[in-house]
């Protein structure tokens, strides 16, 4: 029983229909919350959590003097010095895809970053319709194939062999 813990039943929860302001309104029709605020600056926030400082807040952030939307914010507070509290993790059928921490976006084990449905990254291969890049340093490469003509940049040298058995001073 709810009451015996001191907690609210779901009619006493949702018995709220209406409540506005003359500036804000939140309804709930059985089945939509909805939060509006007709103000200029109003930036509308849900939060989440259990306390200001241990929450999730989810924010519209309007255009500077008017009601027009500029942006939605997605802010974590912990309270915690602990490195990594207040993370986001995303799930797609109940799927871990990726975790937002502070220090970076982690796709899980297996996930591969695409783009219009072709891998370009995963955790150990650049995707192979990846076909050009920027790249300037690769590190050892184990092996070699060309299938266009190498070009060198002035003062370039190239070296075959182990010791350096071959080489090509330009």
């Known amino acids: 029983d709810p009451n015996e813990k001191g907690e609210k039943t779901r ?5 709220l229909d209406r409540m506005a302001t003359a500036d804000a309104s939140l309804t709930y029709d059985g089945s939509d919350l909805a939060l509006y605020e007709a103000v200029n600056d109003g930036n509308p926030s ?3 959590g259990g306390a200001s400082a241990e929450a999730l807040v989810i ?3 309007f255009d500077s003097g008017a009601q027009t939307l500029e942006k939605v914010t997605f802010t974590t ?28 976006i982690n796709l ?16 150990t291969t650049l ?10 340093s690769v590190g050892t490469l184990t092996s070699l194939s060309l299938s266009g ?9 190239l070296y075959i062999g182990t010791g350096n058995d071959f080489g090509i001073v330009h």
Do not use: C, H, P, W
């Open 59 to 61: 924010q519209s952030v």
């Open 127 to 136: 995707g192979s319709g990846v076909t050009a890049s920027s790249l300037t």
């Open 149 to 157: 003509d190498l070009s060198l940049a002035d003062n370039d040298n």
């Open 11 to 15: 009619s006493e929860v949702l018995s």
């Open 77 to 104: 507070k912990a309270a915690s010095a602990t490195a990594d509290r207040g993370s986001m993790e995303f799930y797609v059928d109940e799927a871990l895809i990726y975790t937002v921490d502070d220090g970076a």
């Open 46 to 48: 849900i939060s989440v």
């Open 108 to 123: 899980a084990t297996g996930k591969a970053l695409e783009i219009n449905g072709t891998s370009v990254l995963n955790a």
